[in-house]
């Protein structure tokens, strides 16, 4: 069994790795294996739209996103930290959620269980649980749950008590729930809206004819 974290901060060592590395702390306490995966040191371009992925399965982008898709596929759970700028996830974790879009086609982080962690000085948190619940529910995994935290200053999270407890609760939360073996029915290997459109031929773009 494994657990990434993914921390999606542009600062090293900041209070959104703080509670990641508690998190996943806790889920090598309950026996698995953990890998934490920071976005600051990495050199990663943003989606391009040209779709080609979705023929292809990979995306045509060469930088450091090659040698994390691995990472994702490999893990039987992860749990994504961003600090909140201007009322939502951060630029690198927009990023990495876009590019994993190579992934989402034929969902191949099926069945993987997902946490959220969020770090804000007052608000935002509430959009952020907002985009990593479309996340996990388009790529067809079980969404454990989110924790949020309150601080400014690096390494003012750790004076947050409840978040503290809460991450090192959700790393246990993700070992038990991958426990659970959940598995999306085999039938709906695809999202919903391409299964309707390979089942029935109706596309979900109303300029494509959904309404004739």
């Excluded at 898709?69 to 700028?85: N, R, S």
């Excluded at 201007?86 to 191949?108: E, G, P």
């Excluded at 390494?155 to 598995?183: N, P, S, T």
Aim: net charge positive; aromatic share 10%.
């Amino acid at each position: 069994m494994k657990v990434l974290g993914i921390v999606c901060s542009p600062r090293k060592r900041g209070n959104t790795e703080i509670l990641t590395q508690e998190a996943l702390s806790s889920a090598r306490e309950c026996g698995a294996k953990t890998e934490l995966l920071t976005s600051c040191d990495k050199d990663i371009k943003p989606c391009d739209g040209c779709l080609s992925c979705k023929n292809t399965g990979k995306c045509h982008i060469k930088d450091d996103m090659e040698e994390l898709y691995p990472k994702f596929l490999e893990a039987d759970g992860m749990i994504w930290a961003t600090p909140v700028y201007f009322y939502n996830v951060s630029a690198q974790a927009k990023i990495l959620i876009d590019r994993l879009y190579a992934l989402y086609a034929d969902c191949r982080l099926n069945s993987k269980v997902g946490g959220t962690i969020s770090i804000a000085s007052s608000l935002g948190h509430q959009s952020v649980w907002n985009t990593f619940s479309v996340f996990y529910s388009v790529h067809h995994m079980l969404q454990a749950d989110f924790v949020f935290g309150f601080a400014r200053g690096k390494g003012d999270i750790r004076k947050d008590k409840h978040a503290m407890k809460a991450a090192r609760e959700l790393g246990r939360q993700i070992v038990l729930l991958i426990e659970q073996k959940f598995l999306y029915p085999e039938e709906f290997d695809i999202t919903l809206y391409a299964f309707v459109k390979r089942k029935y031929g109706i596309d979900m773009c109303p300029a494509m004819g959904r309404f004739d």
